[in-house]
């Protein structure tokens, strides 16, 4: 029994929704849909996601994105059946093994990433974002992105999504990750195959509430992580997610002054290295594009 809770913008990708869950589920399987019809209230997502979850009548919660749609058959009974365990957190389909304490997202390093889904490509094309081995069918992560969430009620009443920091679109999935990852085991599912359908955009609004939630919230109970690393090796993937993330950074229109800053703390982290010159070249290249505006 599974409460799908979704906030919607799109009602010809909500029917579809509908339609994909119904008919990919499992017989017999009881579900209710819960849709907030968000393009008159303009409400966050968070906020969104608090409400709905209020009003589900079922102990299993799914909160997730319209645009998605299941791939495998009978897949209700494979996550029931998950979420019975006492240490189970957040089960979705792309995450992280490990949250550092530098500025990142849901997935601070190319290379840990952990992925089971398919990504919708431009051109109408599909690409199988896959690392697991037949050898397992959950891996254990800390940060899992808000595509998709599978969670059990009596988790998210002691986790809610912060509507107070976060109120817009962006950072909840991130944030309640974490709060979860505390206290419970997360997991990315390699059983089922799910499909998204837009790529991830960023915006100023999603540096924004990426910066606020490192400093107001978590910036003292970081790193996060589910295996062991050395000193040395947490330092480099430090850096690297910190990279990754003011690269994304410079592709939006944050203020510029803003911008070097965090250009000139990735200098004084990394002690000028070579990606020290990338970023540094990037941003100069910002700034002439502005003032040609």
Not at 1 to 23: G, H
Not at 99 to 121: C, D, E, G, V, W
Not at 128 to 154: A, W
Not at 232 to 241: Q, S
């Amino acid at each position: 029994m599974i409460s799908f809770i979704v906030c919607s913008v799109l009602p010809y990708r909500l029917e579809e929704l509908k339609t994909n869950i119904k008919s990919t589920i499992g017989s017999n399987f009881d579900y209710e849909i819960i849709a907030f019809d968000n393009r008159e209230y303009h409400y966050g997502i968070a906020k969104i996601f608090n409400q709905c979850a209020e009003k589900a009548q079922f102990e299993n919660l799914c909160f997730l994105h319209e645009d998605i749609a299941f791939r495998s058959q009978d897949w209700g009974y494979i996550i029931e059946k998950k979420l019975q365990d006492p240490n189970c957190g957040i089960i979705g389909f792309t995450g992280s093994p490990i949250k550092f304490k530098s500025l990142s997202s849901t997935h601070p390093s190319a290379r840990l990433m952990i992925n089971h889904y398919i990504q919708r490509q431009p051109g109408n094309k599909q690409l199988f974002m896959n690392s697991f081995t037949e050898e397992f069918d959950y891996q254990p992560c800390i940060t899992i992105d808000g595509m998709c969430m599978f969670v059990r009620k009596n988790v998210w009443r002691t986790h809610h999504f912060d509507e107070k920091l976060l109120p817009g679109f962006h950072g909840y999935d991130l944030d309640f990750s974490l709060q979860v990852a505390e206290h419970f085991q997360n997991y990315i599912c390699g059983v089922i195959t799910v499909e998204h359908f837009s790529l991830g955009k960023f915006s100023t609004d999603w540096v924004s509430a990426t910066i606020r939630l490192h400093k107001e919230k978590w910036k003292n109970k970081l790193p996060l992580y589910t295996s062991s690393f050395t000193k040395k090796e947490v330092d480099k993937l430090e850096d690297d997610a910190f990279y990754r993330f003011i690269k994304k950074v410079l592709r939006t229109n944050y203020p510029y002054k803003e911008a070097y800053k965090l250009v000139k703390q990735y200098w004084n982290m990394t002690r000028f290295q070579k990606h020290s010159w990338t970023l540094l070249f990037k941003l100069i290249e910002t700034r002439f594009l502005l003032l040609k505006k």
